[in-house]
Nanobody, 125 residues
Framework: QVQLVESGGGSVQAGGSLRLSCAAS?????????MGWFRQPPVKEREGVAT???????SYRDSVKGRFTVSRDNAKNTLYLQMNSLKPEDTAMYYC??????????????????WGQGTQVTVSS
């Protein structure tokens, strides 16, 4: 069973930083996989934030470019999201997700098969 567990969320002042982690477990075999971060602000739809595939190629939504950095440590089966210069509009529940293979639409949530339970990020001004 594939399991994803997020951590690192919390409350921070605007302009601050947080580093989210997503620990993955389960069987991936030798197949390549993609991982990503999504977020869901209160009331709003879940949206793609940042993704990274097995060769290190990344995708970011425009609103986080230059502020967020996604990375992965394959040896540790862990996905990271370094979030700098946080803004109140970044407040959301953040989820990690994964899929086997690659997709031409990496920021589309329907492309992913496995999801974590989320970690809350709250940014105050």
């Amino acid at each position: 069973q594939v399991q994803l567990v997020e951590s690192g969320g919390g409350s921070v002042q605007a302009g601050g930083s947080l580093r989210l982690s997503c620990a993955a477990s389960g069987f991936f075999g030798s197949r390549r996989y993609s991982m990503g971060w999504f977020r869901q602000p209160p009331v709003k739809e879940r949206e793609g934030v940042a993704t990274i595939d097995s060769d290190g190629s990344t995708s970011y939504r425009d609103s986080v470019k230059g502020r967020f950095t996604v990375s992965r440590d394959n040896a540790k089966n862990t996905l990271y999201l370094q979030m700098n210069s946080l803004k109140p509009e970044d407040t959301a529940m953040y989820y990690c997700a994964t899929r086997w293979g690659v997709t031409a639409q990496p920021l589309l949530q329907s492309e992913y098969d496995y999801w974590g339970q989320g970690t809350q990020v709250t940014v105050s001004s």
